[in-house]
């Protein structure tokens, strides 16, 4: 599977989002992903009955690994519904000709950029294989599949989609929801947005029916129980459900056995490190199935375009030893002195994706701590204690001292900027600072209304149901 770059001129996503509704459409997933047709098979073809596509446990299993290669896509987790979370932030600087990049690091970003058409495309396909997959392993019968088996396929598939309608939440807020399998290829066309808190109780629904179909297994390529607590920690701090959002943490952080913080901060990742202690939930890549992300991030010299780089204000924060300690891995210098991102760098770009982190976890945690402390809570509150333990945590495995942090708001301010070094090439700085109403503050907005994506124009134009487009745009 080739992943193209969100800056290409060919995004397959938008070719394909120009002809239909290809969120709709489990059929144009081929059309996006054409090396990839091992994962396709169980696709439901125009000419083809979509009720053979998934008949057996060999096919079964194949629906679901589709599914996956979904999330891992070029337009998904592959590059560009990530690079929404960072470029967004205020950590990197755009250095191509494209304009359409240049819109998120503004704050403007237009309901024609491609950038948001390719990235909705591609979590509509990855919801659109999951529905394949909870709906019709079910009904298979083949003694091969047994009832376990089916479990832990259709509880994998209820993450999945579960993971792509938080993200829809977070990026776009109303978006329409869909559950059932696509039959032909008008089924979905004319299905109106659904509000923003019906998305996430829609990803919230997904993550409850997929918990008690996994087991409390350590997979961090696969989802299991631990993986759906993960994401409910996540899911809950962002709706601010602090009690809930510090119970799921803990279940990540008590299995000190299998997640852990390595030191140096470089461990899960240099020296070609992949599924370490460090993370819950990372997506593979191979030399058969690259990760984009390297290509924009590495200069020409390392085979790359550097296309984004960290920005000059980052650079002085994550080499300053006081913050940002030896998280200062994750910047070098090209033969023209000039910095780039080093989370991705293999060659060829194998990189992983790292979606869920333990190191988010214990973030996860102080901060709902924190928020359970009464204002001008100070160090000697129990959940301001337990919260700059956590942050204490993070800092001591990059090196750092304890923070200085003494009330509540002290330790908030601590914790957002805790992660804004700690996650800089991952896609929360942005999410982080709209959840907690702090990117007016630090981004200068002074529209809110741009917190929000909008919804493509191309998608707008052929299905009249996705208007009005959101307030702004």
């Known amino acids: 599977m080739k992943n193209t770059a969100i800056t290409s001129e060919n995004n397959p996503f938008k070719k394909a989002t120009m002809k239909k509704v290809l969120y709709t459409l489990s059929v144009l997933a081929a059309l996006s992903f054409s090396s990839c ?6 696709e439901p073809q125009a000419s083809i009955s979509d009720k053979n596509t998934i008949f057996d446990n060999a096919s079964a299993q194949t629906a679901l690994t589709g599914a996956y290669a979904a999330l891992a896509s070029g337009g998904y987790y592959g590059t560009t519904f990530q690079s929404i979370g960072y470029l967004n932030g205020d950590n990197i600087v755009w250095t191509g000709s494209q304009s359409q990049v240049q819109e998120f690091i503004n704050h403007n970003v237009s309901a024609d950029n491609s950038t948001i058409s390719g990235a909705w495309s591609a979590i509509y396909i990855a919801i659109s294989r999951a529905n394949q997959v909870i709906t019709k392993v079910p009904l298979v019968t083949d003694p091969l599949l047994t009832q376990a088996n089916k479990d832990l396929i259709v509880g994998q598939a209820y993450f999945i989609r579960g993971l792509a309608y938080f993200d829809l939440a977070r990026t776009w807020g109303g978006v329409p929801i869909i559950t059932k399998p696509t039959e032909a290829a008008t089924d979905n066309s004319g299905i109106p947005r659904s509000i923003q808190a019906e998305v996430y109780a829609q990803a919230l629904s997904d993550l409850e029916k997929a918990e008690p179909l996994l087991t409390e297994t350590t997979n961090r390529y696969r989802a299991t129980k631990k993986t759906v607590w993960a994401l409910k920690a996540r899911y809950y701090l962002y709706r601010g ?4 959002a510090e119970l799921y943490a803990t279940k990540l952080i008590a299995d000190n056995t299998n997640y852990k913080l390595l030191k140096p901060f470089g461990t899960f990742f240099q020296n070609d490190a ?4 460090e993370s819950v939930f990372e997506i593979f890549y191979s030399a058969a199935e690259l990760n984009g992300h390297r290509g924009q991030w590495q200069p020409q010299t390392n085979g790359g375009t550097r296309q984004w780089a960290p920005n000059d204000a980052f650079v002085a924060l994550v080499n300053n030893p006081l ?4 998280r200062s891995v994750t910047v070098a210098k090209d033969n023209q002195n000039r910095w780039y991102g080093n989370l991705y760098y293999r060659s ?10 333990i ?11 924190a928020n359970q402390a009464s204002d001008g809570s100070t160090v000697t509150n129990d959940k301001i204690i337990g919260a700059l333990s956590d942050l204490n945590a993070v800092r001591d495995r990059a090196g750092l001292s304890a923070s200085p942090a003494a009330n509540k708001a002290d330790v908030l301010i601590a914790i957002e900027n805790e992660r804004r070094i700690e996650f800089a090439f991952e896609p ?3 999410f982080d600072l709209v959840r907690t109403g702090r990117a007016a503050a630090v981004l200068n907005i002074t529209d809110n209304r741009k ?3 909008p919804v493509p124009n191309d998608q707008i134009l052929i299905d009249p149901a996705l208007k009005p487009n959101n307030p702004g745009y």
């Not at 913050?323 to 030896?326: D, L």
């Not at 194998?350 to 982190?357: C, F, G, K, M």
Request: aromatic letters at 14%.
């Open 323 to 326: 913050i940002g300690g030896t």
């Open 241 to 244: 459900d602090w009690a809930n």
């Open 428 to 430: 929360h700085r942005w």
């Open 451 to 453: 917190y929000l994506m």
């Open 348 to 357: 060829p770009a194998t990189d992983p994706s790292y979606v869920i982190r």
């Open 274 to 277: 992949r599924g370490t202690q």
């Open 359 to 369: 190191a988010e976890l214990y973030l996860i945690r102080a901060e709902a701590r």
């Open 37 to 42: 047709e091992k994962y396709l098979d169980v």
